[in-house]
């Protein structure tokens, strides 16, 4: 399969690994965040980690779109899913975040109507098939999924689709790695730059992480090889006292990003002057809400909610998580108060959650097993 089974070739797996390790300088520990959780789900789904050396460890950072919903903003979507005649509409792996007194999945239990979908175009159809109910579509994700988001509005609109409207909880990159590289307690080599965010808003915006704080990033491809070649190139670049963006993911992302992508994005949405993170707290200007022009699609307006801040519950160390301090074994109640199937945290629901990672693949391997 083209621009796959490529990707995945194993002995050039090994080549690339055996560079890392030539190009790592002696008696130096690197330190490298992959932001994105699709990154740390393919390097423990393909044992990228055990093929690095001792001294280059990878950390995760806060790029999983699901993680970062506080208990607060999953209780207003419960709220909203309460409300006489809506169906509430989200992908799957939200139903099972934990809000302060449940989740969505137990709220369906309970009796409201909330549906699974693959996309927001699905609720869009709901919506369209259910002309007597309202149905409220609950967005999640970064600049990836944002643009499908504002498409579906922009239908809806043009649709005059009335009984639609949108509960959005899309989050923007830049602030929580601004966030995270100005906090005390982590230090950090480089980044593998967040390959699908940059499908859409390019490598440019990256750029800061150089120009400010002197850091080396690489885009990077989710393939084991893409990431391999990845940390190859942050440590020629530490090793040749660089720190530049570099586009490894040239076969899908632009390095100006997608511009028709950007335009709807800026159209339908505007920046909130704050947005809470799970476990990270308020960040500001990193997320999005309904622009104006939009308004009346913003179910935020159209209901009740009660938008209220919940701590996360004393056990919970998602946030520590999300911002690469410890890893997921680490946390005191991983895989055994909090599991795949009882989860405390949001890391161990979603499907690119760091904990689910270590729990899926990596939980019996907590040394390093090099090869
Ligand atoms: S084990 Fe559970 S509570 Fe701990 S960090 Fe992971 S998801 Fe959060």
């Known amino acids: 399969m083209k621009y796959v089974d490529e990707f995945r070739d194993a002995a050039l797996g090994r080549v690339l690994a055996g560079e890392i390790i030539a190009a790592v300088e002696p008696g130096r520990h690197v330190k490298i965040m992959e932001v994105c959780g699709g990154h740390t789900h393919s390097i423990y789904k393909y044992g990228v980690d055990d093929l690095l050396p001792e001294n280059v460890e990878l950390v995760h950072g806060p790029g999983c779109p699901v993680c970062v919903i506080p208990m607060g903003r999953v209780d207003d979507g419960i709220a909203i899913a309460r409300h006489e005649g809506v169906i509430l509409t989200c992908f799957g792996d939200m139903m099972r975040v934990p809000g302060s007194t449940g989740t969505l999945l137990e709220a369906k239990a309970a009796g409201a109507d ?176 309904l622009s104006d022009a939009y308004a009346d699609l913003d179910a935020e307006r159209r209901f009740d909610v009660p938008g209220v801040r919940v701590a996360d519950p004393k056990a919970c160390q998602c946030g520590e998580v999300l911002k690469g301090v410890i890893k997921p074994y680490e946390c005191k109640v991983f895989g055994s108060a909090c599991t795949p199937e009882r989860p405390i945290g949001t890391c161990m629901v979603s499907s690119e959650g760091a904990c689910a990672a270590y729990y899926n693949y990596g939980r019996f391997a907590r040394e390093r097993v090099v090869v």
């Not at 499908?148 to 509960?167: G, H, M």
């Not at 602030?175 to 699908?196: C, E, K, M, V, Y």
């Not at 992302?253 to 949405?269: D, H």
Request: charged content about 20%.
């Open 114 to 289: 909330v549906r699974m979908v693959y996309s927001p175009l699905d609720a869009l159809r709901i919506a369209k098939a259910n002309p007597d109910r309202e149905v409220v579509f609950f967005a999640i994700g970064f600049e990836t999924t944002a643009p499908s988001t504002a498409l579906t509005l922009k239908r809806a609109r043009a649709e005059d689709v009335a009984n639609f409207s949108c509960f959005c909880n899309h989050v923007t990159i830049v602030p929580p790695l601004r966030a995270l590289l100005d906090s005390p307690d982590l230090r950090l080599d480089g980044f593998i730059g967040p390959g699908h965010v940059c499908t859409v808003v390019g490598a440019r915006p990256l750029e800061f992480i150089c120009a400010d704080y002197a850091k080396p990033v690489v885009v990077s491809g989710f393939e084991p090889v893409d990431i391999l070649q990845s940390v190859q190139m942050i440590l020629h670049q530490l090793r040749e006292g660089r720190s530049e963006v570099e586009n490894q993911y040239k076969r899908v992302v632009p390095y100006e990003g997608n511009g028709r992508a950007l335009e709807i994005m800026a159209e339908v949405f505007a920046l909130r002057p704050h947005f809470e993170w799970r476990g990270l707290g308020f960040i500001s200007h990193s997320g999005l809400k």
